[in-house]
């Protein structure tokens, strides 16, 4: 669904949408149910060039850093296939930066629950409310 990029609220810093129509954006949060439509590279550039500016950490601080991806297989908030971009993205920055994670990337698939973050202590048994 394509939305105005500015809008009255907006600072127009949406993210930019390559083929739109002029002033024109995917809809907010569109990763999660559109996944066929994001492109990692182009969230790794903007990534790169925030970082340059300032506006967030050095992305070489990740390197090094473990990450954890669960879905369970009954969440319905998001789209298959939305983890496997958000890895993708993350291959950029963890491990070697070109790939290899070097095992700091696990993702977890194949538990039966609803969209979830995996806590000790809280939240709804797995499976349901």
């Not at 990763?31 to 992305?59: H, M, N, Y």
């Not at 601080?61 to 879905?71: A, D, L, Q, S, T």
């Not at 291959?91 to 930066?97: A, C, E, I, L, W």
């Not at 609803?114 to 797995?126: E, M, N, V, Y």
């Amino acid at each position: 669904t394509l939305v105005p990029a500015c809008n009255s609220m907006s600072n127009c810093s949406v993210p930019i949408c390559q083929g739109c129509p002029n002033n024109m954006t995917i809809e907010y949060d569109h990763c999660k149910w559109a996944s066929d439509r994001v492109v990692p590279e182009l969230l790794l550039e903007r990534t790169q060039q925030d970082a340059k500016k300032g506006f967030i950490d050095d992305v070489t601080n990740m390197r090094m850093h473990p990450v954890y991806i669960y879905r369970g297989t009954r969440d319905g908030c998001y789209k298959v296939g939305a983890e496997e971009r958000l890895i993708e993205y993350y291959r950029y920055f963890v491990g070697d930066g070109g790939g290899n994670d070097g095992g700091l990337i696990a993702y977890e698939a194949s538990i039966p629950s609803l969209h979830a973050q995996p806590t000790i202590h809280g939240g709804s048994p797995c499976g349901g409310p």
